[in-house]
């Protein structure tokens, strides 16, 4: 499992693209990605990224976090 936080107000596909990269080369199959808020563009990238390599990242909003409404997004 792999872990991020961005601290900046929305991660963009950027920043998916790079945790994209270092779940491969660590040769990881899920990986948790924390962010205030994701662009349309880093939740398409993130959909993507599962059907193209079949791993998967879980987006958490620090939001979510914070109201404990992450239970079915851990499981």
């Given amino acids: ?5 961005k601290q900046k107000d929305k991660a963009g596909r950027p920043d998916i693209d790079m945790f994209e990269a270092a779940m491969i080369r660590e040769n ?10 994701f662009s349309s563009d880093a ?12 791993r998967v990242i879980i ?8 109201e ?3 239970a079915n997004k851990l499981a």
Avoid at 43 to 54: A, K, N, P, Q, W
């Fill in 1 to 5: 499992m792999l872990f991020r936080s």
């Fill in 59 to 66: 987006p958490l909003t620090v939001r979510e976090i914070l």
């Fill in 28 to 37: 990881r199959t899920k990986g948790f990605f924390v962010s205030f808020e």
């Fill in 43 to 54: 939740m398409r990238e993130v959909d993507s990224f599962f059907r193209r390599e079949h």
């Fill in 68 to 70: 404990e409404t992450i």
